[in-house]
Every structure is written in structure tokens, then in C-alpha cells.
């Protein structure tokens, strides 16, 4: 950190610290949305992994990849979010700080690539059926993931190292729930606008390009779907129209945060509670419950599942979806 640096230890989240019945609000909140993350996630996971008939299909690989990556996600800032609304011990080591950076990016990154890669999929598959199974092997397709893994870690070695050689002597007050690049480059005791530049250019850009990537796919799609929509491209249709509610909840919070770091507004911290808990607890419900496949697999599940009375609740809970 340099001998600037070594004045600040520990960061303080400032969170929401006006209203003790918001703090109660958001927490209650916070916590059931990480239940659902985990339950919701873990289910999708294990139900793909547990059928074979969906592991021949790589939409279904792809989307327990990306369950497995909101389970992480979810993971790395909820519990302490609702740990720190309940308690108020909102200090968070330097340390740990850089790792949540780490983790967050390497995880959302690994994500954006992700659904870059289902777009591409869901591309072969309907304008391209015939090529479709020979391009989309499982060994293929594993390489893909692979690279998607490998282009989350890459952004996120990136970014942190855009923050971890900063001197910090002071204030060390951040104006959010957990650490991320923007407000943690505000607080540096030097010149930050190249850094700023950087952070644009790195996340901002990535998520805004990646987004248009994905809706010039999905345009594609649609507009080769639209004309078969009567000879039964409904079916298509409304998973691209799943996919893109899904891309939206994830691209524009990225892109309204990370593309302006210059400025702050207090609608960001909202924006990121979204993005990093209510986003990942909804995606198992846009992408999968909804679906045919994944409720007869989870039935099938539940059959060959001893602790019987568990998995019902929870087909239970998937048949109301």
C-alpha cells in the first residue's frame, strides 16, 4: 500500500445508517433473498447434474453454470450485507476489501461472458439447427465455459490492480454496502482520473459491449422467429424473452454503475443491493421454474430423492411459480 497507505486498515460501510426501521427492512430483505439464491441455484444445479436427458442439451449445461456463478455471487457480500444491517459493525479490513473486489468481478464477469455464450447458443440453435449439434459438443462446449472462467478472472485481475497499489491515508468512509472499485478509487490519496478512465474502459465498456452483443444476438433470433411464430416458434420465443428479462436485471445495473464512476448518486447503493441479492435470486425463477424440462426433471428428482417430504416442498413451490 505504500507508506501512505499504511494509515487505513479497515473501511467503514456506511450503508443506510439514517433509519433503524430501513436497516430491519433491508435486512429482512437481504436474507431471504440469499435463502432463495442458495435454495433456488442449488436446486437448478443439482436437478441438471442429477438428469441426463438435460446434460445432453447445452442450454441446460450452461444455465446450472450459471446458477452455480449466482451462488457465488450471492455469496461473497450477502451474508456480511445482512450481518452488518443487523448489527451495525459495518468495518471491513483492506484485506478483506480487495478480495470482495476479487471475487465480485471475477464471478460477475464469468457471468456477462456466460450469457454471451447462451446467446451465442441459443443463435446455433435456431438459426443455424443443422450445424447446431455438431458445433455445440460437450467438449465444446466445456471449452467455452473454460474461456468464460477464464475471461471473469482476466477483468478481474484487472481491476484489482487498478486499486491494490493505491495509497489510502484517510477518510476510509464508504458510501455503499461492500466494496467495489468506484467508491473505493474515490478515497485514494492521490490523482485518480486515470484510474476512473480505466475503470470505464474496463468494466463499463466490457458491460456495455457485451449488452449490445447480446441484444444484436437476440434481434437475430427474433426476428427469424417471428415469421415461423405461427408453425410453432412460441416455444423459442418465450425462452429468448426469458433470457433477455434475465440479461436486462444483469447488464443495465453494470452499465448505470460502472460506466459513469465519476459521479455518485444515492440510487447507486439500491442498484447494487439489486444487482448483488435480488438479481441472482431471480434468475432461477425467469430462467428455469419456468420451464417444462427442469419441472419434469425436478419431479423425476424427487422420486429417486430419499428425503421425499423436501424435495415436494419444493416441486411444490415450482408448480405455483
Same mark, same amino acid.
Given at each position: ?45 443439482? +436437478? ?42 459495518? /468495518? ?65 485481475? /484487472? ?32 490523482? /485518480? ?51 433477455? +428479462? ?32 435480488? /438479481? ?7 430462467? +428455469? ?33
Amino acid at each position: 500500500m505504500g507508506e501512505k497507505g499504511k494509515s487505513v486498515w479497515e473501511f467503514i460501510l456506511l450503508g443506510v445508517s439514517c433509519s433503524r426501521p430501513l436497516q430491519l427492512f433491508l435486512f429482512a430483505l437481504v436474507s431471504s433473498c440469499y435463502v432463495a439464491i442458495l435454495l433456488g441455484n442449488l436446486l437448478i444445479v443439482v +436437478t441438471v447434474w442429477a438428469d441426463s436427458r438435460l446434460l445432453q442439451f447445452p442450454m441446460f449445461f450452461f444455465l446450472a453454470n450459471l446458477s452455480f456463478i449466482d451462488m457465488a455471487l450471492g455469496s461473497v457480500a450477502s451474508p456480511k450485507m445482512a450481518s452488518d444491517l443487523l448489527t451495525q459493525d459495518k /468495518t471491513i479490513s483492506y484485506g478483506g476489501c480487495m478480495a470482495e473486489i476479487f471475487f465480485l468481478h471475477f464471478l460477475g464477469g464469468s457471468e456477462m461472458f456466460l450469457l454471451t455464450l447462451m446467446a451465442y447458443d441459443r443463435y446455433m440453435a435456431i438459426c443455424n439447427p443443422l450445424r447446431y449439434l455438431a458445433s455445440m459438443s460437450h467438449q465444446h462446449c466445456l471449452r467455452l465455459v473454460g474461456a468464460c472462467w477464464a475471461g471473469g478472472l482476466i477483468h478481474s485481475s /484487472t481491476q484489482l490492480m487498478l486499486v491494490v497499489w493505491l495509497p489510502f491515508c484517510g477518510p476510509n468512509e464508504l458510501d455503499n454496502f461492500y466494496c467495489d472499485v468506484p467508491q473505493v478509487v474515490k478515497l485514494a490519496c492521490t490523482d /485518480t482520473y486515470i484510474i476512473e478512465l480505466l475503470v470505464v474502459a474496463n468494466s463499463g465498456l466490457l458491460s456495455l459491449f457485451c449488452f449490445l452483443i447480446l441484444l444484436s444476438s437476440y434481434g437475430i433470433i427474433l426476428a427469424t422467429l417471428w415469421g415461423h411464430f405461427r408453425e410453432g416458434g412460441g416455444k423459442a420465443l418465450s425462452t429468448c424473452g426469458s433470457h433477455l +428479462t434475465v440479461v436486462s436485471l444483469i447488464f443495465v445495473p453494470c452499465v448505470f454503475i460502472y460506466f459513469r464512476p465519476f459521479s455518485t448518486s444515492p440510487s447507486d447503493k439500491m442498484v447494487s443491493v439489486f444487482y448483488i441479492v435480488v /438479481t441472482p435470486a431471480l434468475n432461477p425463477i425467469i430462467y +428455469t421454474l419456468r420451464n417444462r424440462e427442469v419441472k419434469e426433471a425436478i419431479w423425476r428428482l424427487r422420486k429417486r430423492c430419499p428425503f421425499s417430504w423436501w424435495t415436494e416442498k419444493l416441486s411444490m413451490r415450482v408448480e405455483q411459480q
